[in-house]
C-alpha cells in the first residue's frame, strides 16, 4: 500500500505542475475528503477542495523535485503519510500529514489532507 501510495503523490505532483487540477482532485481524493489547510477552515468534498487548489495554485507555483518521506505506515486499508514539500524552487515549503484510504478498486485516495507552512528554505 505504501507504493501506491507514492505513486499516487508523485502523479499528484505532476499534475499540480502541468495545471492539471480537475484530474488531480478527481484522482487523488475520495468524494467526502476533508482538507485542512492552516489558518482556515477545514474544506470538505472533492468540489470544494478543488475550488480552494485552483484560488492557490498560482501563488503556491510548482512542486520542486518530488516530496522528503518523513514516516509512512500502514495499517488494515490505510496509510498515515507525513511529508516535506517543496514549491518555487525550495522557497516555499508545506509539511503534511494525510491519511490514505483502499479503495474497492484496489486504487489508494486521500480521506484527510493536512498541511501546514513553513519557514522558507535557506
Do not use: C
Not at 484522482?27 to 484560488?55: Q, T
Amino acid at each position: 500500500m505504501i507504493t501506491d501510495t507514492r505513486k499516487l503523490i508523485d502523479r499528484q505532483i505532476q499534475l499540480w505542475n502541468e495545471n492539471k487540477l480537475d484530474e488531480l482532485v478527481a484522482g487523488h481524493y475520495v468524494e467526502d475528503a476533508v482538507m485542512l489547510p492552516p489558518n482556515h477552515e477545514p474544506i470538505h468534498g472533492r468540489r470544494a477542495i478543488l475550488a480552494y487548489i485552483k484560488s492557490i495554485r498560482d501563488i503556491a507555483g510548482e512542486f520542486d523535485k518530488g516530496d522528503y518521506l518523513i514516516r509512512a505506515t500502514s495499517s488494515g486499508n490505510s496509510v498515515s503519510w507525513i511529508g516535506q514539500y517543496s514549491l518555487r524552487r525550495g522557497t516555499f515549503r508545506i509539511t503534511s500529514h494525510e491519511l490514505f484510504v483502499r479503495q474497492s478498486d484496489g486504487s489508494m485516495r486521500n480521506a484527510v489532507d493536512m498541511f501546514g507552512y513553513r519557514d522558507p528554505a535557506r
